[in-house]
Nanobody, 113 residues
Framework: QVHLVESGGGLVQPGGSLRLSCAAS????????MGWYRQAPGKQREWVAT???????NYADSVKGRFTLSEDNTRNTVYLQMNSLKPEDTAVYYC???????WGQGTQVTVSS
């Protein structure tokens, strides 16, 4: 069983940056792929980005060029660096490990002036 814990959310002004963390209970090398999703109020959960064990990264068109995935295998943590944030990025962000049907509890990101 894999447990995922997100952190790093908060309130930021438009154009600002945040870095989200997803800490896994085990070695991420054995958990990949891992992904990020988000859910805004009144909307369906949507895919944001995925990272695989081979280092392949894929991003939704809405965040491409602004969000960047990285990992720290020594900390069993995957990061989502979010730059140039927009109000429409406001959502609860979730980490996901699809091979283990695992989701984190989510972290709130609010982009507002």
């Amino acid at each position: 069983q894999v447990h995922l814990v997100e952190s790093g959310g908060g309130l930021v002004q438009p154009g600002g940056s945040l870095r989200l963390s997803c800490a896994a209970s085990g070695s991420i090398a054995s958990i990949y792929p891992m992904g990020w999703y988000r859910q805004a109020p009144g909307k369906q959960r949507e895919w944001v980005a995925t990272i695989t064990g081979g280092g392949y990264r894929n991003y939704a068109d809405s965040v491409k060029g602004r969000f960047t995935l990285s990992e720290d295998n020594t900390r069993n943590t995957v990061y989502l660096q979010m730059n140039s944030l927009k109000p429409e990025d406001t959502a609860v962000y979730y980490c996901n490990a699809p091979s283990y049907y695992a989701w984190g509890q989510g972290t709130q990101v609010t982009v507002s002036s």
